[in-house]
């Protein structure tokens, strides 16, 4: 299959590229690089656009010499304080820019696009927990209701096109390759200032409890939807709900610093509780989540390991 990710040299969508050149498919990758990084791609054998998903022509021009069958879509301003901070360079990205996604992948003939949805976002404070999928849709920064909109479009287009998709809400994702430098990622912001022997900040009293769900489990969810799960959206998390001071102490049992966290504010729009329920993938894909919060911190701790070593080495 010929699969374009769009947001592929980031985070998770590099994770997916492996995977699906793992599968044996086909693999392209679109991507601006405002926070994805070509080293995350390195030893993948993937034919790379450097595109912004806001330049219409320049979208529809790799669509056009790829011709993707599916489309992964990952590029996102993906934080929500940037949102909160530039909601119409977050709605340029994350509605234009998906618009300019679905109208190239009709132009072409794209089968399916698979779309980057936010769990931690779109349900907002929901008093339903653990939240599944047909909770309501309650978001509270700009960047839930971009997601919430951006799924509302696969929607339309698949109405008005026959363009067919999946949805994934993800929980907070974690693993190796994870920027330390944004807020969504916890397990990388203290896994990297533990190992540079700096105290990480814990926001309120760090038992407000989240979804942390390893970017593996992510991306087997991705390849399943390649030829499953039309039509629907599905929560991805780890369907428990675990505390900041519990993350802490997990990296802290593997990592043996003896460092103590610091306490700080509660931060705007936090909530006590959030998790999600994974009860409709496992019944209609068979999807679990595989790895465990202690097995998980294992790669990611030794990535960040490496990138420290390689920070102290380079200077
Ligand atoms: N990490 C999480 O916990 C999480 C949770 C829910 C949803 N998501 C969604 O998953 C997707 C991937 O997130 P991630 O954590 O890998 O973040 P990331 O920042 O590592 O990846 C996003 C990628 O998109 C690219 N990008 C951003 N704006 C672009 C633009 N205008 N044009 C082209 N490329 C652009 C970036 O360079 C980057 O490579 C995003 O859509 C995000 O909203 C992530």
């Given at each position: 299959m010929r699969i374009l990710i769009t947001g592929g040299a980031g985070f998770i969508g590099s994770h997916l590229a492996d995977h699906f050149l793992a599968a044996g498919h086909e693999v392209a990758v679109l991507d601006n690089l405002v926070s994805g990084k070509l080293e995350n791609l390195a030893g993948a054998r993937v034919m790379f656009f450097q595109v912004d998903i806001r330049d219409k022509a320049a979208v529809m021009a790799a669509f056009e010499q790829f011709?993707?069958?599916v489309v992964s879509h990952h590029a996102a301003q993906m934080s929500v304080k940037g949102s909160t901070d530039n909601p119409t360079y977050d709605a340029q990205c994350n509605v234009l820019g998906l618009i300019n996604v679905l109208e190239a992948a009709v132009a072409v003939k794209a089968r399916k696009v698979i779309f980057a949805s936010s769990g931690g976002t779109v349900?907002?404070?929901?008093?339903?927990?653990?939240?599944?999928?047909?909770?309501?849709?309650?978001?509270?920064?700009p960047y839930g209701i971009t997601k919430m909109v951006g799924e509302h479009y696969l929607g339309y287009f698949h109405q008005a096109f026959g363009l067919d998709y999946t949805v994934f809400r993800y929980g907070n994702v974690y693993g190796p390759?994870?920027?330390?430098?944004?807020?969504?990622?916890v397990v990388a912001i203290f896994a990297k200032k533990l190992m540079r022997g700096e105290a990480p900040i814990i926001h309120?009293?760090?038992?407000q409890r989240k979804d942390y769900v390893h970017v593996k489990d992510v991306a087997r969810a991705n390849v399943l939807a390649l030829t499953g799960g039309s039509g629907h959206a599905f929560n991805i998390g780890s369907g428990v709900a675990t505390s900041v001071n519990e993350l802490f102490a997990g990296l802290e049992l593997q990592l043996q610093t003896g460092i103590m966290p610091h306490y700080g504010p509660k931060r705007e729009g936090d909530v006590r509780l959030s998790y999600l329920s994974v009860d409709k993938i496992a019944d209609?894909?068979?999807?679990?989540?595989?790895?465990?919060l202690a097995d998980g911190m294992v790669d990611t701790v030794a990535y960040f390991r490496q990138q420290v070593a390689r920070e102290v080495t380079t200077g």
């Open positions: 011709k993707p069958e349900y907002g404070d929901s008093p339903i927990i653990p939240s599944p999928e047909d909770a309501p849709l309650l978001p509270m920064s390759r994870q920027d330390p430098h944004g807020e969504a990622g309120w009293d760090g038992e209609r894909l068979g999807w679990r989540p595989q790895v465990g």
